[in-house]
C-alpha cells in the first residue's frame, strides 16, 4: 500500500510538472488569437515553426549551438579521456599533484575569469568566433570531466591491463580496446552534464560574440523575443525547438546515465 502510495505521488508530480510543457507544445501549433480565446484548444498547423524557423533567424541560432556544442563536448571529452586514463590507471611521481590541480579547476568561478580570458582570445583573434566558444566550453568542461573519468579508470581491475599485455597489446590499444568500452556510462554521464549547461549557458556568448549570425540560441532568444514579443504563438515554437534537443538527450542516454550514475555501488 505504501510503495502504491508513493507511486501515485511521483506519477502526480510527473504530471503537475510536464503540464506546463503540455500547455506549450500545443500552443506552439495553434495562432495568438486561439491561443487567447481557447488556450486548451487542438493545433491547427506548423506555421508558428516555419515563421520561427525563417523570419526570425532561429536556424541560424540552431546550427551555431549544434555546431559550438557538439564540438566543445567532443573536444572536452576526448582531452579529458586522454588526461583521467593514466591518471587512474598508471602510478608516477606527480600523480596525486595532477590530480589536484584538475580538481581545483572546479572549485574557482569561471566567470572570475573572464576578462583575462577575453584579452587572451582577443590576442589570438577568436573573439567574436565561433571556434573561440568551442574551445572555452572545452577547457572548461575538463576538470569536471576528468574528475569523473578518473574514479571510473580507478574501478576497473588491473587484471585487465596484465591480460591485454599478455595479448600483445601496447598502452593505446589496452586504453582504446579494452579500457574505452568500459568506461562508456561514465562518458555518456560527462556529455549529458556538459551538454546541458553549455546548450543554456547565456554568459559566454553574450561577452565573446558580436556578429548576429553566430549568435548561440540563449542569446539569440533575446533577440527572437523582442522581435516577437506579442506573437505567443511563435514565440512557443522556439520555445519547444529549443527544449527538443535537451529531451531527446535524455531519451537516448538515460540508461548509461543511470548506470554511469550508480556504478561501483555493488562493487
Known sequence: MKALTVRILLWGYAAFSMAPLLVMVLS????TSEIFDRPLGRPTGFGNYVKA????????YVVN????????????????????????????RGRSMFAAYFISGMTLPAH??????FYLLESMGLVDSLAGLVLVYAAGSVPFNVFVLTAFFRQLPHELDEAASLDGAGPFATFWHVMLPLVR???ATVVVFQFVPIW???FYPLVLMRDESKLTLPVGLTHFFGQFQNDWGTLFAGLVMTT?????????????????????MNR
Open 65 to 92: 549551438s549544434a555546431v559550438v556544442v557538439v564540438c566543445a563536448v567532443l573536444l572536452g571529452a576526448a582531452v579529458s579521456l586522454l588526461a583521467a586514463y593514466p591518471l587512474g590507471r598508471r602510478e608516477f
Open 112 to 117: 572570475l575569469g573572464v576578462l583575462p580570458l
Open 28 to 31: 506552439s501549433f495553434r495562432p
Open 200 to 202: 543554456n549557458d547565456f
Open 53 to 60: 524557423w525563417t523570419e526570425a533567424s532561429f536556424s541560424t
Open 185 to 187: 556510462p561514465a562518458l
Open 244 to 264: 527538443i534537443p535537451l529531451v531527446v538527450l535524455f531519451v537516448l542516454a538515460t540508461r548509461q546515465i543511470v548506470a554511469g550514475l550508480t556504478a561501483g
